[in-house]
């Protein structure tokens, strides 16, 4: 009886070694859930004695002047930041929805073989190139160029930041949307071929209606990108802040205020609170952003 | 990827163990007032020849940059280029330090323009104009004037961002106490950079220290009255220019030690001498040869 245990018992190194792995990986697997929560809890301690000592929700959105380093009236209002961002990511997604819409038909419907290889490449290559490299363009070749071409005196502007984030942002929506176009079966479009389709009528009402919520969702993991890039848009903007009225005014985006004045900030003090709030703002924006993109493209495979 | 991320890390860090081990002398930390930055690197190569086992680390980013690092206790002399706020020595007390101030220099500010520009003069009243929240002059037109290659005459203004000594000292001479600056500033991020921005666009104002000035760009004169007095270290030494500002280093306590000696030095006329060879006013008269 003993003996019989003892023989069932397979505890030996190899199970444990088993063991540990498993426990290794289930780690692993959810240490990108700490870190969200981790960052959350760090930057939401660093910001709440701002929100709730200081801040005037009304004024924090709602008023247009950021003069956080005013002595004796501290001013904190972010809406010219937001509207800097929002002006900033707009002009990108109209520069790089198409561009990438289009490369995205290219690479995934027409490019075959080689051609259709070497372009994805490409892509990835210029997904890779660092957004400080994007900024140093901006600086100084967009910028004498928009002097020049428009006749405007400052060509740090919406115009010349827009671009440059449209292009930054143009090839991870290619990838995400050529998935996306990879994903419909083939089947339909024989279907639509055999009823006689031209090519162009199989992608535009076959193809693309059956991609839409992908596509929607490389849209807006554009836009998550957009909002949340910094160093490109700080070099390109012109650092002003401002209601932009066109696309040659100088703005100011959210990021780029915060890597500007974050570490000229004394810790504790409201400035520095000030701008980790901007940081959850942020934070739970593109939160949103992603989680919508997640669950439009999860609403294709369910249908 | 992961685990070639790790080695280099493991590699970044033992060099930065080794390098530490390697310099083995004293090491002050210097940082703060852009204006401030290329005095402060002149005095730390001059003070290297005469102390060699003494290193003077210099860095930039401005006066906020620098009282904030003194206040985090990370340097041992901070740079500004305005006086410290109440606030900050309140929360600079309560970190544990208590700043002391020592003056420099003087530094007059001067107002750049494109050398395009025809105006020689402006007053104070008219820089509040220009630069204020409320201001009424937007466009070149309203002084009165025309500047050549300016399409539609409309002011670029140039400014500096937020933590800057320049910008807080500016806003209290010309702005007034409870002044505000104009929404769509251009807020560049050093004194340089605001030269080279003026030297360039027609339409351009900026204001910075008076050392920064280059052979390409024009100085107004500031009106006061009949008179108008330029820029200079002669008028900011003898306190006849309106917008000079004293240029200050703050030590937590009161210096000792090596950072006590290279103070000294700096007050002393060798050091005197590097201010003024500098494009700023020295702290009292003195020869230099």
């Known amino acids: 009886m003993e003996q019989s245990s003892l023989d069932f018992d397979r505890r030996n190194l190899d199970w444990y070694i088993d063991r540990f792995v498993q426990l290794l990986v289930f780690?692993?697997?959810?240490?990108?859930?700490?870190?969200?929560?981790g960052i959350f809890v760090f930057i939401t301690k660093e910001g709440i004695g701002f929100i709730l000592d200081t801040m005037d929700p009304g004024e924090f959105f709602f008023s247009q002047y950021w003069e956080p380093s005013d002595e004796d009236a501290p001013e904190y209002g972010i809406l010219a930041l937001v509207a800097g961002t929002a002006s900033v990511t707009g002009l990108a997604l109209l520069v790089a929805i198409p561009f990438s819409l289009g490369s995205a038909i290219f690479i995934g419907e027409f490019a075959t073989g080689r051609t259709r290889e070497f372009l994805k490449i490409l892509v990835e290559l210029l997904a890779a190139i660092p957004s400080v490299v994007w900024g140093f363009i901006g600086l100084t070749i967009m910028n004498p160029l928009i002097i020049e071409l428009f006749n405007v005196p400052v060509g740090l502007t919406v115009l010349n930041a827009g671009l440059i984030l449209g292009l930054m942002t143009a090839p991870i929506m290619t990838s995400i949307a050529e998935d996306a176009l990879k994903a419909v079966p083939d089947r339909y479009r024989e279907a639509a071929e055999a009823m006689g389709a031209t090519r162009w009528q199989v992608i535009f009402k076959v193809v693309l209606p059956a991609a839409k919520n992908g596509l929607l969702g490389a849209v807006l993991l554009g836009i998550g990108r957009g909002f949340g890039e910094t160093m490109a848009v700080l070099m390109a903007t012109g650092h002003s802040v401002n209601l932009p009225t066109s696309v040659f005014d100088s703005v100011r985006a959210l990021t780029a205020t915060i890597a500007a004045e974050l570490g000229e900030t004394a810790v504790g003090s409201d400035h520095y609170q000030a701008l980790f709030t901007i940081g959850i703002f942020l934070f739970i924006i593109t939160f949103i952003i992603n989680l919508t993109a997640d669950l439009v493209v999860r609403?294709?495979?369910r249908g | 990827m992961k685990i070639e991320k790790g080695i280099i890390a493991?590699?970044?860090?033992?060099?930065a163990l080794v390098s530490t081990y390697v310099y083995a002398r004293t090491e002050i930390q210097n940082k703060g007032s852009d204006t401030l930055v290329n005095v402060a690197q002149a005095w730390a190569e001059a003070y290297q020849k005469i102390k060699p086992d003494v290193a003077v680390a210099v860095s930039g980013g401005g006066s906020g940059t620098g009282i904030a690092s003194l206040i985090n206790g990370t340097v041992d002399i901070a740079n500004a280029s305005r006086k410290m706020k109440d606030k900050e020595i309140r929360l600079a007390e309560k970190h544990g330090h208590s700043p002391v101030e020592h003056i420099v220099g003087f530094d007059a500010l001067a107002v750049f323009i494109h050398s395009a520009n025809p105006v020689t003069g402006l007053s104070i009243p008219q820089l509040k104009e220009i630069y204020g929240r409320e201001g009424k002059?937007?466009?070149?037109t309203d002084l009165g004037i025309e500047v050549p290659g300016c399409q539609d005459q409309q002011i670029v203004v140039v400014s500096r961002q937020n933590n800057s000594g320049t910008y807080a000292y500016f806003r209290k001479a010309v702005l007034g106490k409870k002044g505000k600056f104009r929404q769509g500033t251009l807020d560049m991020h050093g004194s340089k950079d605001v030269v080279d921005l003026v030297e360039k666009t027609p339409c351009a104002i900026g204001y910075s220290g008076l050392a920064y000035a280059t052979d390409h760009i024009k100085m107004a004169c500031i009106?006061?009255?009949?008179?108008?007095v330029s820029p200079s270290v002669q008028t900011a030494s003898s306190n006849d220019y309106p917008i000079a500002r004293p240029l200050l280093m703050y030590t937590s306590g009161a210096p000792a030690g090596e950072v006590k000696e290279y103070l000294d030095w700096v007050l002393s006329d060798a050091g005197q001498c590097i201010i003024s060879d500098k494009g700023y006013a020295p702290v009292r008269k003195i020869a230099c040869p």
Do not use: E
């Open chain 2, 10 to 15: 493991v590699f970044m860090l033992a060099a």
């Open chain 1, 299 to 301: 609403g294709v495979r």
């Open chain 2, 137 to 140: 002059i937007t466009r070149w």
């Open chain 1, 27 to 37: 780690i692993s697997g959810i240490s990108a859930i700490i870190f969200i929560v």
């Open chain 2, 223 to 228: 009106q006061d009255g009949d008179a108008c």
